[in-house]
Nanobody
Framework: QVQLVESGGGSVQAGGSLRLSCATS????????LGWFRQYPGKEREGVAS???????DYLESEKDRFTISQDNSKNTLYLQINDLKPEDTAMYYC????????????????????????????WGQGTQVTVSS
């Protein structure tokens, strides 16, 4: 069973930086695309960054200059670096893993493209809260 555990959230001042971590387990490397989502109270989850199994990435257009997704496969950990934090970054952040959605096949191997759609992800962590004060 795929398991995802986020950490690294907290309360920070505007202008600061945070690196969120997501410890992953229960699957073979590159079996799933990975992504980060944020959710404001009363709102739908919104994809902010994703990495495909071909290591390509996709970002929410409005955040691509401040957010960086990466993974350390030796540690089975996904990261989201957020720089120049703003009060509007205050939200719950979730990591997710999924196999639905866009993909391609090359040399008889299936590659999953990154996605910002929650519908393309089946497994979710419990979330980590980020609070940014001005």
């Amino acid at each position: 069973q795929v398991q995802l555990v986020e950490s690294g959230g907290g309360s920070v001042q505007a202008g600061g930086s945070l690196r969120l971590s997501c410890a992953t387990s229960g699957y073979t490397y590159n079996d799933y695309r990975l992504g980060w989502f944020r959710q404001y109270p009363g709102k739908e989850r919104e994809g902010v960054a994703s990495i495909g199994t071909d290591d390509s990435t996709d970002y929410l257009e409005s955040e691509k200059d401040r957010f960086t997704i990466s993974q350390d496969n030796s540690k089975n950990t996904l990261y989201l670096q957020i720089n120049d934090l703003k009060p509007e970054d205050t939200a719950m952040y979730y990591c997710a893993a999924g196999r639905r959605g866009k993909h391609f096949t090359f040399a008889e191997r299936l590659y999953l493209l990154p996605s910002l759609s929650p519908d393309d992800f089946q497994f979710w962590g419990q979330g980590t809260q980020v609070t940014v004060s001005s």
